[in-house]
T-cell receptor
Framework: QKEVEQDPGPLSVPEGAIVSLNCTYS??????FMWYRQYSRKGPELLMY????GNKEDGRFTAQVDKSSKYISLFIRDSQPSDSATYLC?????????????FGQGTELSVKP | ETGVTQTPRHLVMGMTNKKSLKCEQH?????MYWYKQSAKKPLELMFV???????ENNSVPSRFSPECPNSSHLFLHLHTLQPEDSALYLC???????????????FGPGTRLTVT
């Protein structure tokens, strides 16, 4: 079983739709949960950062963590064509000074005008 | 130059060649990373350097040899690679002392490697 599972898509939605992206994980020691966004021919960039359970909102983006279910989500409201990218979930254990992130496979999202 | 830069952006090499990938970060960070990104697979952490010292080697074959001469530069030396090593190789850096430490990593654009 993979430590982190993520549906690779591709996911295609019309402009203005609400997008839901999800990851499940098996390691109960994960404490930090991140979403990275990767545009074509670019490296990933950190989009959302969450510690432990709960919700975090940043503009059109909301990250949710449910540690009891080992499930995390990223919601994109009023999606735009510029949101078309691959979204990678990433997780780490407490005290991650060493930078060991475990990534999901990434979900490819396409937002059509 | 800003952020994290990587050269070359594309590389085609034969199985018997020796080549090197270069990464440079202009962010004043003190940790650097090499990742392998293959199609349909998660990002795989290969090596971690904190303050020029290697702190993680994720069971990477010896045909990949990293070098970190200082906190701003990272190299990946390649020799006798296999076709299955063809992938996008990403370099990243982070600030060991920031509140987000190794969780907030800044990535370069990657080197697309093809082994023939």
């Amino acid at each position: 079983q993979k430590e982190v599972e993520q549906d690779p898509g591709p996911l295609s939605v019309p402009e203005g739709a609400i997008v839901s992206l999800n990851c499940t994980y098996s390691n109960s020691a994960f404490q930090y949960f991140m979403w990275y966004r990767q545009y074509s021919r670019k490296g990933p960039e950190l989009l959302m950062y969450t510690y432990s359970s709960g919700n975090k909102e940043d503009g059109r983006f909301t990250a949710q963590v449910d540690k009891s279910s080992k499930y995390i989500s990223l919601f994109i409201r009023d999606s735009q064509p510029s949101d078309s990218a691959t979204y990678l979930c990433a997780m780490s254990e407490a005290g991650n000074q060493g930078g060991k992130l475990i990534f999901g496979q990434g979900t490819e999202l396409s937002v059509k005008p | 130059e800003t952020g994290v830069t990587q050269t070359p952006r594309h590389l085609v090499m034969g199985m018997t060649n020796k080549k090197s990938l270069k990464c440079e970060q202009h962010l004043g960070h003190n940790a650097m990373y090499w990742y392998k990104q293959s199609a349909k697979k998660p990002l795989e952490l290969m090596f971690v350097y904190n303050f020029k010292e290697q702190t993680e080697n994720n069971s990477v074959p010896s045909r990949f040899s990293p070098e970190c001469p200082n906190s701003s530069h990272l190299f990946l030396h390649l020799h006798t690679l296999q076709p299955e090593d063809s992938a996008l190789y990403l370099c990243a850096s982070s600030d060991y002392f920031s509140g987000r430490a190794g969780n907030e990593q800044y990535f370069g654009p990657g080197t697309r490697l093809t082994v023939t």
